[in-house]
C-alpha cells in the first residue's frame, strides 16, 4: 500500500484566485492521479501524472485551469486557477502501486 | 473502458451479512474489478480486488462469476461504522497502469 497526505487538508478562497494542491507519497511511484469530487457526487478523474512528462488531462480537463506538476516520484501538484464557485469540491489524488489505486485524504476547497 | 452498474442504495442491520452486485457486463480480458469504501470527507479506502472466482481478506470478500460480467461484494456481520458509499470499479490498463472510472456507487446505511 501508500501513506499518501495532501495540502492543504481544506481552504476557502475567493472567485479569481488561485490555490496550488500539494500530495506527497511515501513511496516512489511512476503514476499519480488527480480527482473531483463535487459535493454528493462520485469521483472524476481530472488527469494522469506520469513523472517526467506532461499530464494526460480527461475530457472536460485542460491544463490552462489545472496545471500539474510531477517534479519527481514521490509528489505532485494540481492547481485550480482562476477559481469560481463551480470549483467548490473536494479534490483528492492517489498512487498506483502494483495495479491497485490508493487515495489521499482530498483537500476540501470552498470558493466564495 | 466498463461501464458498472450497481444499486444506488441499501439499507442493513447490524450483524447482518451485505452483498453488493455490480455488473460490468463490457469488461475487458485484461481488467481487475476492484472495491472501495468511502467515509464522508474521507478518500477511497481500498477493499479488494480480483480477477475471477473469489477473494476473501479480513475485510469482505469478492465473488466473481466465470463470466466475470458481474461481482458481488460481501461483507460479514456489518456494523454501524460500515455505513459508507461503496464503489465498484474496473480497470482498463492504460500505458501500464489501471485507470480506473468511478461510478455512482452504492449508499450502503447500517441501522442498530
Known amino acids: 500500500s501508500a501513506v499518501i497526505s495532501q495540502k492543504p487538508s481544506r481552504d476557502i478562497c475567493q472567485r479569481g484566485t488561485s490555490l496550488t494542491i500539494q500530495c506527497q507519497v511515501d513511496s516512489q511511484v511512476t503514476m499519480m492521479f488527480w480527482y473531483r469530487q463535487q459535493p454528493g457526487q462520485s469521483l472524476t478523474l481530472i488527469a494522469t501524472?506520469?513523472?517526467?512528462?506532461?499530464?494526460?488531462?480527461e475530457s472536460g480537463f485542460v491544463i490552462d485551469k489545472f496545471p500539474i506538476s510531477r517534479p519527481n516520484l514521490t509528489f505532485s501538484t494540481l492547481t485550480v486557477s482562476n477559481m469560481s464557485p463551480e470549483d467548490s469540491s473536494i479534490y483528492l489524488c492517489s498512487v498506483d502501486t502494483a495495479g491497485t489505486q490508493y487515495f489521499g485524504p482530498g483537500t476540501r476547497l470552498l470558493v466564495l | 473502458l466498463a461501464k458498472t452498474t450497481q444499486p444506488i442504495s441499501m439499507d442493513s442491520y447490524e450483524g447482518q451479512e451485505v452483498n453488493i452486485t455490480c455488473s460490468h457486463n463490457n469488461i475487458a480480458t485484461n481488467d481487475y474489478i476492484t472495491w472501495y469504501q468511502q467515509f464522508p470527507s474521507q478518500g477511497p479506502r481500498f477493499i479488494i480486488q480480483g480477477y475471477k472466482t473469489k477473494v476473501t481478506n479480513e475485510v469482505a470478500s469478492l465473488f466473481i462469476p466465470a463470466d466475470r460480467k458481474s461481482s458481488t461484494l460481501s461483507l460479514p456481520r456489518v456494523s454501524l461504522s460500515d455505513t459508507a458509499v461503496y464503489y465498484c470499479l474496473v480497470g482498463g490498463s492504460v500505458g501500464g497502469y489501471n485507470k480506473l472510472i468511478f461510478g455512482a456507487g452504492t449508499r450502503l446505511a447500517v441501522h442498530p
Open positions: 501524472a506520469n513523472q517526467g512528462s506532461e499530464a494526460t488531462y
